[in-house]
């Protein structure tokens, strides 16, 4: 939504969705905290938050301390107003929640590693009929689909540009879903959804530099959320952590040598699938290499961190920062989760009300 050309309707779907923004990041809030700190007139704020109380997007919850006149009214986003799909790949599970982060129905589903892309959206359609049926919900209530995938993904086109885990080369999701489902699908690349639930809250931090690192044996990636947005980069390709070059000889999958999941890979075999020191060493290279070009905080998480020991996880930390420029400068947080499901619910939640509700 191109802010320089807006025409009067999409001028009042973008101070709606700033003001829905607004409300969600800093619940409860006041009338008179929106109309101080949004550059929309008065008038406009109270129409849009009437409308926004009629949708039942948003709700009264009580009333704050009096300043002198009437006890001021505070707003919260309702998110339960609005049910969405989602399927995460590395879960392999699809679900159905609400914007308010609240689980309505799960299902474990079976795929083979190398499932065809019509095969993929064969079981996802047979599990959407399945969940209308168990769930007690409409059709119509289910009318928004986001599937989070592994690989090279184009989530503006909807496509895989490429996807090793999944073998996909340039496939276009909606078509495959062309007259099966009726609602709007999204895509989006696992970690970038992951690294959305992991960012700072602009209400606390208006900067929210963050980043996310999948460490893993099935390779070393990095997701970036600045201001709230994920970064994806001029050909898709933003993240590619684990293929910058070192001085080793090592060959990778890629076809050239020195990669830096292809070193840790070979060191991590030749230790008998044992951490060691050495490979601790050659992550904290990559991941504060990432925050010297960034400056953000961030999260670990993968298989290799899932294996560390509280020693190991004290020794990457300090690892880390010994080559972070100027660390002692720096407001660094530096995180471990293992809590897949929770992350990717929140992170399902957050990408859809940007989708849904987009100021940009």
Wanted: glycine letters at 8%; hydrophobic letters at 40%; one cysteine or more.
């Amino acid at each position: 939504m191109n802010a320089s050309f807006l025409s009067h309707a999409d001028a009042a779907i973008r101070n709606r969705n700033t003001i829905l923004h607004y409300i969600k990041q800093n619940s409860p809030v006041s009338r008179t905290g929106i109309w101080e700190n949004i550059n929309i007139s008065r008038a406009s704020v109270t129409q849009i938050i009437n409308r926004l109380q009629n949708s039942g997007l948003i709700s009264e919850v009580g009333h704050g301390a009096s300043t002198g006149g009437r006890k001021p009214l505070y707003l919260t986003f309702n998110g339960d107003k609005i049910k969405f799909i989602s399927f995460d790949w590395i879960l392999k599970t699809i679900t159905v929640m609400t914007l308010g982060e609240k689980v309505l129905y799960e299902k474990k589903l079976d795929l083979k590693p190398q499932i065809s892309p019509e095969e993929f959206a064969d079981t996802i359609i047979a599990s959407i009929n399945e969940i209308t049926r168990k769930s007690g919900c409409k059709k119509d209530e289910l009318a928004n689909l986001i599937l989070s995938l592994p690989g090279t993904i184009d989530s503006v086109q909807k496509k895989v540009i490429y996807s090793v885990e999944l073998s996909w080369q340039n496939i276009h999701i909606p078509s495959l879903f062309s007259g099966k489902f009726d609602g709007d699908i999204f895509i989006e690349r696992t970690s970038n959804i992951l690294a959305l639930c992991g960012a700072e809250n602009p209400k606390l931090s208006p900067y929210s530099h963050f980043q996310l690192f999948i460490l893993g044996e099935s390779g070393i990636g990095v997701s970036t959320v600045i201001h709230g947005g994920i970064q994806h980069g001029a050909q898709c390709m933003h993240g590619e952590l684990g293929h910058i070059k070192l001085n080793n000889k090592t060959k990778c999958s890629c076809g050239q040598k020195g990669c830096l999941e292809a070193i840790v890979n070979e060191l991590f075999e030749k230790s008998n699938h044992q951490l060691t020191d050495e490979i601790l060493d050659y992550l904290a290279i990559g991941i504060s290499t990432s925050i010297n070009i960034f400056d953000t905080d961030i999260l670990l998480m993968g298989s290799y961190i899932d294996m560390m020991n509280s020693k190991q996880k004290e020794y990457l930390i300090e690892a880390i920062k010994q080559r972070v420029t100027a660390s002692e400068m720096r407001t660094l947080k530096i995180k471990f989760s293992d809590d897949r499901s929770r992350l990717s619910q929140r992170g399902m939640c957050a990408f859809m009300f940007d989708k849904l509700f987009p100021i940009d």
